[in-house]
């Protein structure tokens, strides 16, 4: 009897140490759907900026050095890298200034109707973070905080990232192109060539300008020899979206200019067009209105070639 009793018994605390068991499971499962709920029903926060045409100026600052960037150009590539992937995060911020960061970049957007948005970039625990005060934190890739590190640190922003878009597609970046590179090579290569008085490629050009009359994105690459011999490489691209036409010219291979000028250097204009002087029609690009006296000196005009 005692026997039987004791199996009884053992039956008994097996069921309970079951429902125990599966109490415990239960009570585990509800917990991770309490918090995936919970997650889940945190409000979303959203990177704000403004727009690249609402946008005056970009300031990019951290302890001593600070970096003002006003062309379109430049602020258009800094926004893009910013407001990429949409940036939403369910971090919120709750500081004027972040906290328990290394390396912080402060980023000051100056709106054309007025005020200012600041934003925060550093690293943090071996990430790194774009903040937006009261908003939200967002995380960033390696590359992206470097392009930031690297613009605060003196980097050519337009002409570092000039070719990374559709428009440039199937173009060499200009820093890339051999130092025997000719005109052979460039005819080859889809390039607008003016050699003295021969032109090649000459629908490439005329496809240009058709675009940018009727305000449509386009890029265009000139080639041209000096008196010397020695080529010129403009790559010319209009930007419809913020209306400029920014010019990439490469003087690298020019052994008769001065070595201080013997270099690949970015300008931007707000028009491209013809204009004629005396017995010639040239391709220029400018800013504001030509006349002779400002053609002659080159005061917001820069003339690419002669077109006839």
Known sequence: ?????????????????????????LIVLMSLLFLYITANNKTTYTLNIPVISDTSNVIISSDNRKVEFNKQ???KEIINVLASHN????IESIQDFPINA??????????????KSTL????????????????GIYELSADEYNFVNNVLNGSNVGLDFYYNDELSK???????????YSIEDAIKDNCFVVNHAKVYNENLYEEFMNKYKSKQSAFLRLVQPTVEGDLIIYDIKYHADIQ??????????DKFTTSTDRI?????????????????????????????????????????TVVN
């Open 120 to 135: 925060y970039v550093y690293e943090k625990n071996s990430k790194f973070y774009i903040e937006q005060p009261y908003n």
């Open 264 to 304: 690949i250097s970015l300008q931007e204009y707000d028009e491209i067009g013809t204009y004629k002087y005396k017995d010639n029609e040239y391709l220029i690009v400018y800013n504001g209105e030509v006349n002779d006296t400002n053609f002659e000196s080159g005061n917001n005009v820069f003339v690419l």
């Open 87 to 90: 940036r939403t995060t369910k």
């Open 244 to 253: 400029k036409v920014i010019i990439v010219i490469d003087n690298t291979r």
């Open 73 to 75: 150009v430049d602020i």
């Open 1 to 25: 009897m005692l026997q039987y009793q004791n199996i009884k018994w053992g039956n008994v605390m097996k069921k309970r140490s079951i429902i125990i068991v599966v109490f415990a499971i």
């Open 170 to 180: 199937g173009y060499f970046d200009i820093k890339e192109i051999r130092s025997d």
């Open 102 to 115: 290394t390396k912080v970049i402060t980023i000051t957007i100056s709106h054309k109707v007025g005020g």
